[in-house]
């Protein structure tokens, strides 16, 4: 159990969007919760600065945000995937008064229990992206000499189609960079 905790804080899948959500989360003070299959990135999660990482493969989100709380669940969850399942999921790793950012989304419509989200006082927004502010402010972040984007893994140009298979099967830990050497 994560203790005394902020804001405790939980995604899925440590694709590369949630890599950078992971650095500013735990840049302005969340307590961060990885969560994945792979042991690889959820080793990702802590060494990018999340306080505990959880196997989703063991036990369901909810159970694994709430193993981490004691019981309490998450304050904010951004699901980047925005499946009917990792949307229902999420809603149910919610603490009371908890907040849902629906990032991604698929073509599924996923069935919420307004029950749930009544009783548990649960937020739910939807975003794509921000304003121009919001595009000045990220740009100022990745400015910064702190940020540097996270390679894992390069191949020669000749292999671009042995990089696109390693990012479909998920293998990548962070950006995969072609080179013209």
Known sequence: MLGN???PYAYAQMQVVEQALNRVAAQYG???IGLDVTDEKRQRALVLG????????DAPLPDAVRGLTGGLGADVIIDTVGSAETIQQAASALARGGRLVVLGY??????????QIAVNELEIIGTRSGGRQCTVDAIRAVAH????PIVTDSFPIAQANEALAHLREGRALGRVVLTFD
Do not use: C, G
Request: hydrophobic share 40%; proline share 11%; charged share 20%.
């Open 30 to 32: 969340a307590t961060v």
């Open 106 to 115: 698929t073509q599924e419509r996923p069935a919420l229990d307004p029950r």
């Open 50 to 57: 999340a306080h505990a990482a959880a196997n989703l493969s």
């Open 145 to 148: 000499p702190s940020w540097k």
């Open 5 to 7: 905790y902020l804001q």
